[in-house]
């Protein structure tokens, strides 16, 4: 039972342009969503997040956007850079048990020049 | 300086065996935790201490048992170890702050092989 999902478990993007990575999550109660970037040999590294109270938070070239009603958010970067190259993981939280945060698969993505 | 350190970074064993994994951070954080990453690369909770208190204790099996002798370390350890156990683990940390919203600081992993 995966309350969180991240479809594309791979994505290749140009240098410079937008890349845009999509999240879909089944429980209706998740009020927080965090963005984590992990690199090989590392662990995941917090990039962003977002309240249910909101429906879009920016930090420098990374955007994310929730839409409630479809249950589904969605990281944009913009300029993309090599440096991005990492697999990408979404995580929610239900305000009932906040200690817990629901990860999804995962998202692989590729900057190439 | 690294903020959530684990030790090892790798560990191989062999089945039946009974292993130990450390978990320290100095983010003067009150909440720590212990991810399982599987082959599947599906990163999920297995247990959370807050203030030396056992706040989350997933379907876990009963071999694995945290301990935290302080709010700053948080420590693994396996019992019996069997080939299904193989993952990465991940330690982190948090503090639960007024708002309540929990953003958690990862450790590098440890990837353990049973072999």
């Known amino acids: 039972d995966q309350q969180v999902k991240q479809n594309s478990p791979s994505l290749s993007v140009q240098e410079g342009r937008i890349s845009i990575l999509n999240c879909d999550y089944t429980?209706?109660?998740?009020?927080?969503f965090l963005w984590y970037k992990k690199y090989p040999a590392e662990g995941p590294t917090f990039l962003i997040s977002i309240s249910s109270i909101k429906d879009k938070n920016e930090d420098g070239r990374f955007t994310v956007f929730l839409n409630k009603s479809a249950k589904h958010l969605s990281l944009h970067i913009v300029p993309s850079q090599p440096g991005d190259s990492a697999v990408y993981f979404c995580a929610a939280s239900a305000p009932y048990n906040t200690d817990k945060l629901i990860f999804g698969t995962g998202t692989r993505l590729q900057v190439f020049p | 300086d690294t903020a959530v350190s684990q030790t090892p970074k790798y560990l191989v064993t062999q089945m039946g065996n009974d292993k130990s994994i450390k978990c320290e951070q100095n983010l003067g954080h009150d909440t720590m935790y212990w991810y399982k990453q599987d082959s599947k690369k599906f990163l999920k909770i297995m247990f959370s201490?807050?203030?030396?208190?056992?706040?989350i204790n997933e379907t876990v099996p009963n071999r694995f048992s945290p301990k935290s002798p302080d709010k700053a370390h948080l420590n693994l350890h396996i019992n019996s170890l069997e080939l299904g156990d193989s993952a990465v683990y991940f330690c982190?940390?948090?503090?639960?702050?007024?708002?309540?919203?929990?953003?958690?600081?990862f450790g590098a992993g440890t990837r353990l092989s049973v072999l």
């Open positions: 201490y807050n203030n030396k208190e056992l706040i």
């Open positions: 429980n209706s109660m998740f009020d927080y």
């Open positions: 982190a940390s948090s503090h639960r702050g007024q708002e309540a919203k929990n953003i958690q600081y």
